[in-house]
């Protein structure tokens, strides 16, 4: 899995799985963005979540 999914891939991703309710897609974006503010690297069970969204 690519540790380097784009930022604005997250925030599109986050939008729609807070419009179908997915929370826990929602929850990992957010752990995302969060680490991306932070300066960190986001965890890989998040990436994984994100990526699985369109799966």
């Given at each position: ?42 965890g ?12």
């Amino acid at each position: 899995m690519q540790s380097d999914i784009p930022l604005d891939t997250v925030w599109s991703i986050l939008e729609a799985a807070n419009e179908l309710g997915d929370t826990h897609t929602v929850d990992a974006c957010r752990r995302i963005i969060d680490a991306n503010l932070r300066g960190d690297a986001p965890g890989q069970s998040d990436l994984n979540a994100v990526a699985a969204f369109f799966a």
